[in-house]
């Protein structure tokens, strides 16, 4: 099993900034990929932002420019910046990785426990 640890979250006024950090651990033989979604009460959750391997990122059209993904590889974490913050990417955000075990031949997706992030007017 993979556990995906989120942190960084809060409460931040309109225009200011935060980042986001979400630690992957557990039976990882590599990860393929790991990105970012925000997700409203009721709706569905939307891509943020995401990071392959190799240092391919996609961005979101409503956060490209603001936001900022990264990756440290060797401690298995990405990272959210999040600048010029607005009251509507209030959300909870989460992240996911896909994930690749030595003993199987697909690889699987795991999601964090979400943190949320609210930004006042």
């Known amino acids: 099993q993979v556990q995906l640890v989120e942190s960084g979250g809060g409460l931040v006024q309109a225009g200011g900034s935060l980042r986001l950090s979400c630690a992957a651990s557990g039976r990882i033989f590599s990860i393929n990929a790991m990105g970012w979604y925000r997700q409203d009460p009721g709706k569905q959750r939307e891509l943020v932002a995401v990071s392959r391997s190799g240092g391919n990122t996609h961005y979101a059209d409503s956060w490209k420019g603001r936001f900022t993904i990264s990756r440290d590889n060797a401690k298995d974490t990405v990272y959210l910046q999040m600048n010029s913050l607005k009251p509507e990417d209030t959300g909870v955000y989460y992240c996911?990785?896909?994930?690749?075990?030595?003993?199987?031949?697909?690889?699987?997706?795991?999601w964090g426990q979400g943190t949320q992030v609210t930004v006042s007017s």
């Open positions: 996911n990785a896909e994930v690749a075990h030595s003993d199987y031949p697909t690889s699987f997706l795991y």
